[in-house]
């Protein structure tokens, strides 16, 4: 069972930027689309971006042009880039495979303060 592992979160002011990663175990990691996402309190888990196998990435409206995933298929790990932070970024993000889920994560913390 693969089990990602999420780092990277913490406490930070609107307008700054996080780093999170995702280490992912296994050798198939270079094969797989990955996705990073986020639930905040009380509401349901969203996708925030999504990175395929040949590095095609997807982001929807709220992120888009803020958020950058990327992967480096030899550490088998997945990133994601926040720049730009808002409080309504504030969640805990997750990473998991695009498509076809994994069990989750304890996921990682990000908290925005205005």
């Known amino acids: 069972q693969v089990q990602p592992v999420e780092s990277g979160g913490g406490v930070v002011q609107a307008g700054g930027s996080l780093r999170l990663s995702c280490a992912v175990s296994?050798?198939?990691?270079?094969?797989?689309?990955m996705g990073w996402y986020r639930q905040a309190p009380g509401k349901q888990r969203e996708l925030v971006a999504s990175?395929?196998?040949?590095?095609?990435?997807n982001y929807p409206d709220s992120v888009k042009g803020r958020f950058t995933i990327s992967r480096d298929n030899a550490k088998n790990t997945v990133y994601l880039q926040m720049n730009s932070l808002k409080p309504e970024d504030t969640a805990i993000y997750y990473c998991?495979?695009?498509?076809?889920?994994w069990g989750w994560g304890q996921g990682t913390q990000v908290t925005v303060s205005s």
């Open positions: 998991n495979r695009f498509g076809a889920l």
């Open positions: 990175i395929t196998a040949a590095r095609s990435t």
């Open positions: 296994g050798s198939m990691f270079r094969i797989y689309a």
